[in-house]
Each structure stands twice: as structure tokens, then as C-alpha cells.
């Protein structure tokens, strides 16, 4: 089966960096991916990784380690816009792109 | 581009009652999927798409649920018999055959009273 761990809180002050981080059980990896959401809104796509190393888009970075089944989202100059709930996730088996997701992991910027 | 469209987005229904939702993906888009979300949990795939092909369904898709995506363009996710169990929100997503990264929609709200 597939599962993903990612710490279900984490809180930080504006203007810090924080990681969030992600480990994946799965058959047949695909890449990870992460996605944002919002109280009440969509899920909104932030990156994919396919190979290791980091990827960097703006304040958001992501890094995967495909020996350690592991990976992270890195948030930087943290505003108080990024409080939001932040999720992993990898390609289901069998389901063409669907994704399979972590719980997530609910984000606090603090004043 | 107007992104994932999806209707009604508040439900409020009798258990008991049938639903239907409906999902308007992005027009070049092949692939469509349904998510089911609740407070504090990831979306979980209930089934998946590819142009009006169902080709995936998971095992949380009770015989009381349906969809379908005729022609290929948009979809409908039918809940017959709707128990308090099935309040979530539920999410359209759709992808290109090309691409990796698939795109939600503001999804419909279901609350079962």
C-alpha cells in the first residue's frame, strides 16, 4: 500500500523559514508533489519534484530524496498569508496522475 | 482559462435524499478525478477519468455513489440515499494527459441532516 507522514502542526513566526517535511511509502514512485489550501478553499498545486535535489519557486522550495523516501517543503520570509494547510503527495498506482495525499500538515504564522 | 468548476458549492440535504454534483474541469483537459475532503484530512481519490472512460474507482466509492462523465467533458458524482457519513466536501479535479500536476476546483460543500 501507499502511505505519507507529514507533522500535523507546525508554527512559525513571519518573516522565518520554516520545513516541512515528508516521508512516502509507496510502489512505483512518481515524483511528489505539494499542494496549499486554505480554510474553505482548493487545494492549489506548489511544486513537484520527479528527481532529487531542490526546486526553488519563489519563497517555496521543495526537495526530494528518493533513497530516503523523503522529502520537503521549505517556506521562506513567511508572511501571514501562508497559514494554510500544506500537503504531500504521491501518484496512486494504477489511477492514472490521481494523487494520493498526506493528512497534512496546518501551518500558524504568528505576528 | 477558467480553471475547475464545480456546482452546487453548499449542500444541504435530508439523509436519505439523493444528490448530484456537478464538475466542469478545464476544457483541454482529458483526465477528470473526484475527491472526497472532511475537516482535518487530506482529500482521499474517489474515482477517476480519463476523457468518458471510468477507469479507476476507490474502494470508499459505496454502490451508493455514481458518476459519470459523458462525451468527456463534464462530470457528475450522484449520491443516492445520502447518510450523515457522507458530509465532506467533495473535489473535482482535472489533468492534461501531459501533465503532473492536477487542478482542483472550489468544491461542493455536503452537509447530511
Known amino acids: 500500500g501507499q502511505s505519507l507522514e507529514q507533522p500535523s502542526e507546525v508554527t512559525a513566526v513571519e518573516g522565518a523559514i520554516v520545513q516541512i517535511n515528508c516521508t512516502y511509502q509507496?510502489?512505483?514512485?512518481?515524483?511528489l508533489s505539494w499542494y496549499q489550501q486554505h480554510d474553505g478553499g482548493a487545494p492549489t498545486f506548489l511544486s513537484y519534484?520527479?528527481?532529487?535535489g531542490l526546486e526553488e519557486t519563489g519563497r517555496f522550495s521543495s526537495f526530494l530524496s528518493r533513497s530516503d523516501s523523503y522529502g520537503y517543503l521549505l517556506l521562506q520570509e513567511l508572511q501571514m498569508k501562508d497559514s494554510a494547510s500544506y500537503f504531500c503527495?504521491?501518484?496512486?498506482?494504477?489511477?492514472?496522475?490521481?494523487?494520493?495525499f498526506g493528512k497534512g500538515t496546518s501551518l500558524l504564522v504568528t505576528p | 482559462d477558467t480553471g475547475v468548476s464545480q456546482d452546487p458549492r453548499h449542500k444541504i440535504t435530508k439523509r436519505g435524499q439523493n444528490v448530484t454534483f456537478r464538475c466542469d474541469p478545464i476544457?483541454?483537459?482529458?483526465?477528470l478525478y473526484w475527491y472526497r475532503q472532511t475537516l482535518g484530512q487530506g482529500p482521499e481519490f474517489l474515482t477517476y477519468?480519463?476523457?468518458?472512460?471510468?477507469?479507476?474507482k476507490s474502494r470508499l466509492l459505496s454502490d451508493r455513489f455514481s458518476a459519470e462523465r459523458p462525451k468527456g467533458s463534464f462530470s457528475t458524482l450522484e449520491i443516492q440515499r445520502t447518510e450523515q457519513g457522507d458530509s465532506a466536501m467533495y473535489l473535482c479535479?482535472?489533468?492534461?494527459?501531459?501533465?503532473?500536476?492536477?487542478?482542483f476546483g472550489e468544491g461542493s460543500w455536503l452537509t447530511v441532516v
Open positions: 479535479a482535472s489533468s492534461s494527459s501531459a501533465g503532473n500536476t492536477i487542478y
Open positions: 509507496t510502489s512505483g514512485f512518481y515524483g
Open positions: 519534484n520527479a528527481l532529487d
Open positions: 503527495a504521491v501518484r496512486l498506482a494504477n489511477s492514472g496522475y490521481a494523487l494520493n
Open positions: 476544457s483541454e483537459h482529458n483526465r
Open positions: 477519468f480519463q476523457n468518458e472512460a471510468q477507469l479507476e
